[in-house]
């Protein structure tokens, strides 16, 4: 699919996180200066935001594809990469692993009453602002908000054609997985020095594959939770020494390597089971392992050899007594 145009209508009829923001300009604007401060708000905070996808997301693809495909800036591509890992993580962790569609795809509208419930929140925000001048004055802020929420309520809502268009973006966003998948892999043997990014970048080829489970460990790093596929028991695991050490499930919110191995009084936690690593030098490992096993090795970083190794590894359940296998799909 070729890419909206900045300057195509359909951009300012595409919701956001921080609203109808006309995504399509802004993008034009990053491509031609592509700064940090500015990549992070826009990619990670306003087309997907605290694991919530917009349509402007998904419409956004074909343009940073493009971008990504002839782009020389390293930063760039691995934003891009890393965007895109996010957003199959984030869009897909719902849907079936074999042939999702477009209906399967959070935040992206695809009906006239489902565009209207999205703006549903700025009639309630228009409604609180004229209660509350009816008994004071607003603040300057409050009144530019009060114009812009105006402003976002007059806009018209997209057409039969529109909305055929988004189903069209929705389908290339799925069919254009296995190109974002490269680009992760790609991009990943640009940055074997960068640890995060190398976890982030093959969290993202996992989501692209749609194998939900291993992109969930591969996001959490080094601590986490998972759970018994033989009998649903809730652990914690922290990596200890090169091995995954498995805890009983702590119901308190607080979470991080910092503290995954103590308790809310900070006393030591005692791990109820130890994961056995798949030993990949050996090659022990299921076949959808040989691309992760092999990136891993490319690595520079021990760490993320000892994650990956551990999360095709396996473990004995301390409630059912079954071996099982650390993460499932």
Sequence with gaps: MVPLDPSDPLWQKLDSAYGYLDIGKRLAVLAENWKEEDVSDLLFNCLIHQESCYSAAYAAVPQLLALAKRSRNKRQKLDIALFFGWLAHCALREAPREDPTVAHLPGLILTLSGWNRSRDVYRSLVSHAERRM???????????????YREVLSIKPPTEA???LLT??????????PVISRLCEDVFVENLNDEN?????????????????LADLLESGDAGDLICISCGL?????????QLALYQKREDPVRGPSHWDRNVDGSPRRAIAMATPTDW????YE????????????SNELKLH????????TFVCPSCKDTVPVFRN
């Design 134 to 148: 009816q008994n004071s004055a607003l603040s300057e802020f409050d009144l530019q908000r009060l114009a812009h």
């Design 168 to 177: 069209e973006i929705g389908e290339e966003f799925i069919s254009s997985l």
């Design 287 to 298: 076949p959808v392992g040989s691309l992760f096993h092999k990136l891993a090795a490319q």
């Design 234 to 242: 809730e652990l914690d695991y922290g990596l200890l020494d090169g």
């Design 306 to 313: 000892s994650l990956v190794s551990n999360i095709f590894g």
């Design 281 to 284: 030098r050996a090659g022990s």
């Design 197 to 213: 990014a190398c976890r982030h970048l093959m969290s993202g080829i996992a989501a692209a594959r749609r194998m939900h489970g």
């Design 162 to 164: 529109d909305f055929q």
